[in-house]
Nanobody, 115 residues
Framework: QVQLVESGGGLVQPGGSLRLSCAAS????????MGWYRQAPGKQRELVAI???????NYADSVKGRFTISRDNAKNTVFLQMNSLEPEDTAVYYC?????????WGQGTQVTVSS
């Protein structure tokens, strides 16, 4: 069992930045594919970014060039640096850890981009 705890969400003005963190329990963190997903009101949950155990990354087209995913295996933590935030980025952001199905989810952290 892996527990994931997200932090770093909040209210930010358009054009601003936030850094999300997701701390994971357990000793196998370095093996997991870690991902950030988001769900806006009335919409399906969507992939934002993933990072493999080897450090390869992939991003949704809507966030490329603005968001950066990274991981610190020594601290069992994955990060999402979000720059140039837009109102359309408003959502609950969830951390995911995947090694074998079904994977694990955090409880989510709210990000609101508004003036």
């Amino acid at each position: 069992q892996v527990q994931l705890v997200e932090s770093g969400g909040g209210l930010v003005q358009p054009g601003g930045s936030l850094r999300l963190s997701c701390a994971a329990s357990g000793s196998l963190f370095r093996l997991y594919v870690m991902g950030w997903y988001r769900q806006a009101p009335g919409k399906q949950r969507e992939l934002v970014a993933i990072i493999t155990s080897g450090g390869s990354t992939n991003y949704a087209d809507s966030v490329k060039g603005r968001f950066t995913i990274s991981r610190d295996n020594a601290k069992n933590t994955v990060f999402l640096q979000m720059n140039s935030l837009e109102p359309e980025d408003t959502a609950v952001y969830y951390c995911n850890a995947f090694l074998i199905p079904p994977g694990y989810w955090g409880q989510g952290t709210q990000v609101t981009v508004s003036s």
